[in-house]
């Protein structure tokens, strides 16, 4: 780690590389350069110092210290835990522990979306720059997508020696799965579904045809039908679906898993660091891109203003914007939130609510700039005073832009009222 590295420094770091993302000049030198300069990046750091810090900033785990051989995986949940151990649950040494946290915090994410309906199942390779394991220089993600597009749990293996196990792992049990590879859709993994309370198919090529002549394996377990994309293996008894069903619903799966690679790869975070012991980091801008994929498509789904909703590539800036310009030294932190030093205040055995240091009103350009003012309602006991005009009232709700506490409520919607100028002499 380089010296005095403060959490600020890391925002920035991280905001910088999001819009080197979403911008994609060749190289990061130009974002510094009197000819192609960005603002935004370039007087946020110099450099120097995001060359330095590109080089030694490590992911660190709390589990382990740096010289630590871990043999059992860095995460409190079962489900982390068993992907860290072997397949037989003994205690292997894990490869990938040093991101084993983030994962896991990201696949905790993920838990808290919406499941229902069918499932994709997609694989690809997470290229990185250095040596992981058995000179593997990429890892394999197998991702579980709704068919929404929304990425709903992710894996990282150094191998496919069980890539049945992965998917089992991640297929809620009592749904329909569309392997939406052909490597994926084989008997094993099938019947490997099927003993879990999972139902699968996939397509297996073959000469292509008309819907048509359908096939029962010996077991009864599997059915091979004929169709227009080729020969669809599927297990047999799925809901008594009819073939033009599972074929109309195979391709909406691949669909889904089309729109999640092609969001993916729009706009992808640069490895800037190319020491082979800067692997972590890889993985972290890989599940950084994922999460503002699904960030995107949640606020689409969300989205019910009267003006246009803000494209992939705007979202991603605005993201970029809050995490550069909120950890500037003169800017209260936003995104991500992270409350002032409380004091507690306690009268014997009673306990009031917890109100946080005021922080300085914005400036007018910011306050009335109506884009990513976000209220997040912070936890039972924490709030501060409402800041608009003469409002005495203690508000639970705050602006992640502006960093100040504002009414929501039927009669007393102060959160608006401040960000609109109308509104000035109402105070």
């Known amino acids: 780690m380089p010296d005095a590295v403060t959490a600020r420094e890391v ?7 999001i819009a080197m993302g979403t911008l994609k000049f060749p190289s990061a030198k130009l974002y510094w350069e009197d000819l192609t300069k ?13 060359l330095e810090l590109s080089r030694t900033l490590k992911l660190t785990s709390s ?13 409190d949940s079962d489900q982390c835990g068993d992907e860290a151990n072997g397949s037989d649950g003994s205690k292997q040494a894990d490869p990938l522990w040093k991101v084993q946290p983030l994962l896991c915090r990201f696949k905790a994410g993920c838990q808290s979306l919406r499941r229902e309906g069918d499932y994709a199942v997609d694989q690809y390779p997470l290229p990185l720059t250095g040596k992981v394991h058995n000179n593997k220089l990429s890892l394999y993600s197998t991702a579980l997508i709704g068919f929404d597009g929304l990425l709903l749990h992710v894996d990282l293996k150094v191998d496919l020696s069980d890539k049945e196990g992965a998917v089992e792992k991640m297929v809620p049990k009592g749904s329909m799965v569309f392997l939406c590879k052909q490597e994926l859709s084989t008997p094993v993994m099938l019947e490997r579904l099927l003993g879990a309370g999972v139902h699968g198919a996939g397509r297996v090529g073959g000469a292509r045809g008309q819907i048509g002549d359908e096939f029962v394996s010996s077991d009864g377990k599997l059915m091979l039908r004929r169709s227009h994309c080729g020969f669809i293996l599927s297990t ?3 809901g008594q679906r009819s073939a033009a069903s599972l074929i109309e619903n195979f391709e909406k799966a691949q669909m889904s898993a089309r729109l999640h690679r092609e969001l993916k790869n729009l706009y992808a975070i640069p490895l800037t660091a190319s020491a082979p012991s800067c692997w972590p980091q890889a993985v972290l801008w890989y599940l950084t891109d994922l999460a503002l994929v699904n960030s995107w498509l949640l606020y689409r789904q969300d989205f019910r203003a ?12 605005e993201v970029s914007k809050a995490l550069i310009l909120s950890s ?3 800017t209260q932190d936003s995104v991500p939130p992270q409350p002032p030093a409380a004091e507690v205040h306690t009268t014997n055995e009673t306990r009031s609510p917890i109100l946080v240091e005021e922080s300085p009103l914005p400036d007018a350009a910011t306050r009335y700039d109506g884009s990513g003012h976000w209220p997040e309602q912070l936890g039972e006991g924490e ?10 009232r203690t508000s639970r709700v705050l602006c992640l832009k502006c960093c100040v506490f504002l009414c929501i409520s039927r009669n007393h919607n102060c959160f608006l009222n401040f960000h609109n100028q109308g509104s000035l002499g109402k105070e």
Do not use: W
């Open 63 to 75: 589990k382990y210290p740096a010289n630590a051989n871990p043999h059992k995986g860095t995460c």
């Open 328 to 330: 500037s030294s003169d």
């Open 306 to 317: 009267s003006v246009p909703p803000l494209t992939l590539m705007a979202f991603r800036l």
């Open 236 to 238: 047999a008894g799925n």
């Open 383 to 392: 709030g501060g005073r409402c800041r608009f005009g003469d409002c005495q």
């Open 11 to 17: 925002a920035r770091f991280v905001g910088i590389h």
């Open 38 to 50: 960005v603002p935004l990046i370039a007087e946020a750091m110099p450099l120097s110092r995001f």
